[in-house]
């Protein structure tokens, strides 16, 4: 059974950090690639970034690059994104999931989304 946890989320204020972790079962990370998404209220859900282990290639989103870091740790089957120098319009549900691509309609798998809330 493929299954993705998300976890690592939560409330800080601008300018602050949070790791988020995706925690995948069910598969080897290099078999797909792994990607956040978000979705704030009202909005549709974006990409953020993706990370393919095979080819160690990565992909950020224009609104957060130089900000948030993707990386893996293949021995825990786990993708972490590192996000720093928050910003209140990072406020949003994030979720990771498995596919190919980096769009939403590559994505095979979701796991459950985590909450982030950056005050000003």
């Known amino acids: 059974d493929v299954q993705l946890q998300a976890s690592g989320g939560g409330s800080v204020q601008a300018g602050g950090s949070l790791r988020l972790s995706c925690a995948a079962s069910?598969?080897?990370?290099?078999?797909?690639?792994i990607c956040w998404f978000r979705q704030a209220p009202g909005k549709e859900r974006e990409g953020v970034s993706c990370i393919s282990t095979s080819d160690g290639n990565t992909y950020y989103a224009d609104s957060v690059k130089g900000r948030f870091t993707i990386s893996s740790d293949n021995a825990k089957n786990t993708v972490y994104l590192q996000m720093n120098s928050l910003k209140p319009e990072d406020t949003a549900v994030y979720y990771c999931?498995?596919?190919?691509?980096?769009?939403?309609?590559?994505?095979?798998?979701w796991g459950k989304g985590t909450q982030v809330t950056v005050s000003s």
């Open positions: 999931a498995a596919g190919y691509g980096t769009l939403v309609g590559g994505m095979g798998y």
């Open positions: 069910g598969f080897t990370l290099d078999v797909y690639a």
